[in-house]
């Protein structure tokens, strides 16, 4: 019987270290470089897509669109997405800042205030 439960106790563990390591690796930012700002949406709401997004400066920038495959409905489920659009946006693979859409699915977040986001986290670098 002690044999059974040293067993079943080693199974565990594996399985314990396995959830781990799935989970930090499904934590990684979309996207590799030192700044990145991305957004979420999904085709079904295209009409309400951030068009200045790419008008952002010194960042890349990213669009999403999560209902496309199941990579991308998988990142949804990562970053907690709840409302499109969102705009995340991630400082050397870490979310610093997020914005959501209201209740109409439309972003309320201005190119201003998040290139000013964008500006205060390059500005702590120095």
Do not use: H
Not at 29 to 44: E, I, R
Not at 73 to 91: A, C, G
Not at 102 to 111: G, L, Q, V, Y
Request: aromatic share 8%.
């Amino acid at each position: 019987m002690k044999e059974t439960w040293k067993i079943l106790a080693g199974y565990l563990l594996i399985l314990l270290l396995l959830i781990t390591y799935c989970n930090s690796a499904n934590a990684q930012s979309p996207c590799s470089d030192k700044l990145c700002v991305v957004q979420f949406n999904a085709s079904w709401n295209a009409s309400n897509s951030v068009e200045w997004l790419e008008e952002l400066t010194d960042c890349k920038t990213l669009s999403i669109s999560i209902d496309e495959n199941k990579t991308t409905q998988q990142q949804q489920l990562d970053y907690k997405i709840v409302v499109v659009p969102t705009i995340v946006i991630f400082s050397g693979g870490e979310e610093v800042e997020r914005f959501q859409a209201d209740i109409s699915f439309s972003m309320k977040a201005t190119k201003v205030e998040v290139q000013e986001v964008i500006d205060e986290i390059l500005m702590e670098d120095f």
